[in-house]
């Protein structure tokens, strides 16, 4: 037993000495939402199929990372789309303040067979109210054969 526990002891007490000590913990980035530009929505979809969906987003610096979409169903089959940001708060990072036009897929699954209908943020008006692109995609009716 004294074996096994002596070198886990020695380990444990020298990563206590080695460890490093991190003045500061606090976040140094926070979320934030992108405006959407433009969707390339197919004109169709068909029942089952998954799409890629083409979503070109508003970079506003150098310290803002796409991090992926927020989804949210609004009805059946209503759908509110958000491009989620991170943004680095490191006070010794200097940010290019260009604003930048990125692409970013969005993948899809069809899952029901009525019309959807996308709404993408596209930032706020004057008055601070959230303003949305809105695209209707119809559904086609796949043909079945009979053998």
Known sequence: MKKVLMPF?????????????????SPNFYFTALNTVEAQM????????????????????????????????TAETGREVVVVGSVLTDEDKVCTQA?????????FNVIYTKDYVFRF?????????????????PITETETTNQ
Do not use: H
């Open 42 to 73: 197919p004109e169709s979809f068909e029942f089952g199929k998954t799409y890629d969906i083409e979503v070109t987003y508003q970079r506003p610096n150098g310290c803002t990372f796409f991090e992926g979409f927020n989804v949210s169903q």
């Open 121 to 137: 943020y596209a930032g706020d008006d004057e008055d601070g109210n959230p303003t949305f692109l809105e695209y209707t995609v």
């Open 99 to 107: 604003l930048e036009e990125v692409v970013a897929t969005l993948k």
């Open 9 to 25: 002891l020695l380990i444990m007490a020298c990563s206590w000495f080695i460890s490093c000590e991190v003045d500061d913990d």
